[in-house]
């Protein structure tokens, strides 16, 4: 490189970049700075956390995770967030992982793949259905597990979508 040209890659690297806010994918969130340690966060949340008062706690340390995520690694931007992640699930049963891991990979997986929200409805994208709809005549899925999958799927794209 031309040291004219070095000096100018120089400044432009020094010069603060516009602030621009991205939402996490949270999954990619938890995977990049959570698994390592505490594995897929569905089975980390069923396994480890308990929900008391609407509040999510640590079955060891019965202490607000708030207070302790704001210590381990994420932004405070991202800890609410996270919270609500791992309050569905713990708050669900792990039925994807029983009845769709096999074709589908994680829920996570599928909705980035396979699944897209407009205008708070989610949608196939490849036949461009609901997925509400979809799963009506996917798996033989019946009440109560279509509304079930129906809004797993709702809630895993919006947390994959940010």
């Excluded at 432009?12 to 969130?29: G, S």
């Excluded at 096999?102 to 989610?122: D, F, K, M, Y």
Aim: proline share 4%; hydrophobic share 40%; net charge neutral.
């Amino acid at each position: 490189m031309r040291p004219r040209a070095k000096l100018a890659a120089t400044l432009l690297a020094l010069l603060p970049l516009p602030a621009v806010t991205v939402a996490a994918d949270l999954h990619r969130l938890w995977d990049d700075r959570c698994t390592e340690c505490h594995g897929h966060a569905g089975e980390f949340a069923r396994r480890f956390l308990t929900v008391v008062d609407g509040e999510l706690r640590g079955r060891h340390q019965d202490r607000d995770l708030r207070q302790f995520l704001q210590n381990h690694y994420l932004k405070n931007s991202e800890i609410e967030p996270v919270l609500a992640m791992l309050l569905a699930q713990v708050s669900s049963e792990p039925l994807f992982k029983e009845r769709c891991l096999g074709c589908h990979g994680t829920a996570s997986e599928l909705a980035r793949q396979s699944l897209e929200l407009r205008e708070g409805i989610v949608y196939v994208r490849r036949s461009g259905q609901p997925v509400s709809e979809f799963l009506r005549h996917h798996a033989g899925l019946q009440e109560p597990e279509l509304a079930f999958f129906a809004d797993l799927l709702a809630r895993v794209t919006r947390e994959t979508e940010r």
